[in-house]
């Protein structure tokens, strides 16, 4: 028996990284899951790959922009002839190249990153909500993705990713205690850097960068894709029905280090699909 047996989940931000490793353990659990993104190309790549793992379980995709309302509520009612959604995992974001302090953040850099990563968690959250309780659940989980950068400050400034996790990390508290009585749980994922496209583009060869950051770390590694998607599987499980509100930190120890052991970094887990 899958610990996901019987739910139905959305996946945002599903053609890589968190969000495809997470898609793949929600069908080995047990779940019929509906894989999200505004890349098309890249979306039925993710989906082929997540078939091919999990045959046999009900896996679709649904392109859609998460900025835009009418395109989330659209893809929230696509689970409508599913018996509805019970579980969403609100992944999308972006990390924009051009973000940076407060002085070199531009505006449209400033708002295109508030649009996707803060409105689009919105859009999901309530649209989740409004499915909820037209099929009438009595319990439900949203998993909206923060991240560290929400709890702890960064020299490396970017501003404009960093305040719209923090938004996430917000909004969720807040809604997880509005619908605490309805049993729909809200948590915030809260990933340290990660080896996902995300951040590695963004560090791109520049290693004095990337040794910025990897040094922060006890194991000496930046933390994988399957390592988060473990935690999103249990906020969506029953197993988590009493985590309301929280942010689950999934960091390697980083936000609890203040000097760094030194030798061999310590091997790090296979993901299922994402760099394989």
Known sequence: MGRLDGKNCIVTGAAGGIGLETAILFAQNGASVMMSDVNTGQLEIALAKAKKLVPGARIESHQADVSVEPEVENLVAALDSWGGVDVIFNNAGIMHMDDGDAISCTEDVWDLTQKINVKGVWYGCKHAVLSFRKHNKKKASVINTASVVALVGSATAQVAYTASKGAVLAMTREL????????FRFNSLCPAPLNTPLLQNFLGDDQAKRHRREIHFPTGRFGEAIEQAQMVVFLASDESSFVIGQEMI????????????EGPSVPAPLNNAFGR
Do not use: I, Q
Not at 176 to 183: D, L, P
């Open 250 to 261: 999934v960091d390697g120890g980083m936000t609890r280090a203040y000097v760094t052991p």
């Open 176 to 183: 997880a205690m509005v619908h605490a009585r309805e049993g």
